[in-house]
């Protein structure tokens, strides 16, 4: 690993999510000590030559599930491949999920979580806690992870009914409690009762490959949970974050509701941006298999574009992640007869950078600095971790990629560095690149060599109430509360009701 403690960025054009400047960056003992032209260095410092070359915060991907054991198996990437493979991608920081069985506490989860992810994560990462039951004790832990463990987010699952599925009235006691304790709520949003019954009825005629996962949970299935969290959150004037957005129904809920001042916020993946659900239907099991994911990939091979659209500058959706969630195909094989049986998910964290630039920013969709916005700095905004990521200034975390707007690759698992063996964006030609990554001002990647020790990350806590997201809620609290009409009592008559006979 390059040891490095004072590095010089040089000549490049640093980019934040506001504005970019020809300016250089001096790096020291992890930090940035300095952003401008003619900075004084340490003898000994490394000058890293950026000409013609952007420089910008490290990518945030707010949604990983590195080892996840899910439907049976465990995903091949874990926390060191999973984190290598970001850093290939220009990614510094993972949010990943802990997601406890029904029944159990929470607070055991994130300890084994922590006791998983810490001696082999290589990047900086944080976590989010799944909420997939509710009584009292849950209520009283999730204060307990906000207040010591560094936990400001819960995932609530509206889909995988009798495993993690919530209903209403406990979606609604837990956004009032995230609420009360500065958190935000996120909702996986798909109906799982309809998901349950469109199942049996594709099984039922027949239909037992890919194409039935998606047909058994079309994109209204995706939208009526993603208006009825939105519904849920505003009763409990909770912010809400509608994880991994697959489907233009769904995006054009969470624009409408941004649009009527909801504080809600979207998030597409990179799977969503960059594919699409017509790869159910290939002739090769083998090739369909390998996009199941839920909510699925759609079908209607414009999605993409239109969530790309919705991305800009417009904010109806702020931020990316991925949903990294990788199964090989002898493992996704397990639903070789019954694509309810097929263990979810797609990979993404080392390729969301380059397919967000190839088809939003060389695509002409948006620039440089919604770029960022988009793949760092909302991220660190949201989930209050900014300015210490997702900024390129004085005093925040050294976590930088040094881009390439003009270099090109092809996407393929035979290149990539993720454990998993396919690549869902195989064969995809993008333009940009990251040249050299620098993790916490050590660099880890470059000229497309890693150099990371197991570990070598840090669980990076997060306070509660963001300002970013609180504000407006802690208002309408002051000012939206419902007041009773004083009048006179009423004195006229009552009629009476018969006392019921038991
Ligand atoms: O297919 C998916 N999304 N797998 C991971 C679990 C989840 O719902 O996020
Ligand atoms: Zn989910
Ligand atoms: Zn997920």
Redesign the pocket.
């Given at each position: 690993m390059t040891t490095q403690s004072q590095i010089l960025i040089k000549g490049g054009k640093v980019v934040n999510e506001d504005f970019s400047e020809m300016t250089d960056v001096y790096i020291e003992d992890g930090v940035i000590s300095a952003v401008g032209s003619d900075l004084q260095v340490a003898a000994g410092t490394r000058v890293i030559d950026a000409t013609d070359r952007l420089v910008l915060p490290g990518g945030i991907d707010t949604?990983t599930?590195m080892e996840?054991s899910?439907m049976g198996t465990t995903a091949v990437d874990d926390f060191h491949t999973g984190t290598k493979a970001a850093f290939a991608g220009g990614t510094t920081m993972i949010l990943d999920?802990v997601?406890p069985q029904k029944g159990c506490s929470l607070l055991e989860a994130y300890e084994q979580w922590r006791t998983t992810a810490d001696p082999k994560v290589c990047c900086d990462y944080s976590l989010h806690m799944a909420v997939t039951w509710w009584d009292d004790t849950v209520k009283k832990e999730m204060e307990t992870l906000v207040r010591d463990k560094g936990v400001n987010s819960f995932k609530m699952?509206m889909?995988?009914k009798d495993v993690f599925m919530l209903r209403d009235n406990e979606l609604y006691a837990v956004f009032a409690q995230c609420k009360e304790i500065g958190a935000i709520a996120q909702v996986?949003a798909e109906n799982g009762d309809l998901i349950a019954e469109g199942a049996k009825r594709m099984l039922s005629l027949g239909i037992t490959g890919p194409e039935g996962h998606e047909m058994c949970r079309p994109e209204e299935v995706e939208a009526e949970a993603t208006q009825r969290a939105i519904t849920i959150a505003h009763a409990a004037n909770c912010p809400l974050y509608v994880?991994?957005v697959m489907s233009k129904s769904a995006a054009k809920v969470v624009a409408n509701a941004r649009r009527n001042g909801r504080v809600v916020f979207g998030e597409p993946i990179a799977a969503g941006l960059g594919t699409d659900g017509t790869n159910y239907w290939h002739k090769d099991w083998a090739h369909a298999v390998g996009f199941?994911?839920?909510?699925p990939l759609r079908p209607d091979s414009s999605t993409p574009r239109y969530l790309m659209d919705l991305l800009p500058s417009t904010d109806d959706l702020s931020v990316t992640g991925t949903?990294n969630?990788t199964f090989s195909v002898c493992q996704k094989a397990l639903g070789k007869d019954d694509f309810t049986k097929i263990p979810?998910?797609?990979n993404g964290v080392e390729d969301r950078m380059s397919v967000i630039w190839e088809k939003g920013v060389h695509s002409g969709k948006m620039d440089e600095n919604r770029f960022v916005a988009v793949t760092s700095t909302n991220a660190a905004k949201i989930f209050n971790l900014y300015p210490q990521k997702g900024r390129i200034a004085k005093g925040s975390d050294a976590d930088l990629v040094i881009w390439d707007p003009e270099a090109t690759r092809v996407i393929s698992a035979k290149t990539h560095h993720q454990a998993v063996d396919y690549n869902i964006f195989e064969g995809m030609l993008c333009h940009g690149l990251p040249v050299v990554t620098i993790s916490r001002g050590k660099v880890v990647y470059e000229n497309g060599q890693l150099f990371t020790k197991p570990g070598m990350g840090r669980y990076i806590p997060r306070k509660p109430f963001s300002e970013f997201v609180y504000n407006r809620i802690n208002q309408r609290e002051k000012v939206g509360k419902p007041c009773a009409v004083c009048r006179e009592p009423y004195t006229g008559e009552i009629i009476s009701i018969a006392p019921k006979r038991s």
């Open positions: 949604h599930h996840l899910f999920f997601i699952f889909a995988y996986h994880v991994h199941v994911m839920g909510p949903d969630c979810n998910g797609v």
